[in-house]
Nanobody, 125 residues
Framework: QVQLVESGGGLVQAGGSLRLSCAAS????????MGWFRQASGKDREFVAT????????DFADSVKGRATISRDNAKSTVYLEMNSLKPEDTAVYYC??????????????????WGQGTQVTVSS
């Protein structure tokens, strides 16, 4: 069992930056690929970024590419998402997810096993 707890969301002005954290419990974190997804009101959950188990391989949605960084600290069982140049369309609930036992992540939410409760990010114009 893996529990994920996101933090760091809030209200940010357009053009600003934020750093989301996702703390994981359980022994499988270091062997799991991790992902960040987001869901805006009335829309489907969409992929934001993913990172492999070692942190050496990452992938991003086109909508955030160049503005986002994903990283992880396996010693702290934590994955981070940093975003800058935020836009109002980045407003959403952001979720982290774990793909246990897989070294590589995915842009498909269906391939993740565990999810956090989400943290709200609101970008004002």
């Amino acid at each position: 069992q893996v529990q994920l707890v996101e933090s760091g969301g809030g209200l940010v002005q357009a053009g600003g930056s934020l750093r989301l954290s996702c703390a994981a419990s359980g022994r499988t974190f270091s062997s799991s690929a991790m992902g960040w997804f987001r869901q805006a009101s009335g829309k489907d959950r969409e992929f934001v970024a993913t990172i492999n188990w070692s942190g050496l391989s990452t992938d991003f949605a086109d909508s955030v590419k160049g503005r986002a960084t994903i990283s992880r600290d396996n010693a702290k069982s934590t994955v981070y998402l940093e975003m800058n140049s935020l836009k109002p369309e980045d407003t959403a609930v952001y979720y982290c997810a774990a793909r246990v036992g897989y070294s590589r992540g995915s842009d498909s939410p269906h391939l993740y096993d565990y999810w956090g409760q989400g943290t709200q990010v609101t970008v004002s114009s």
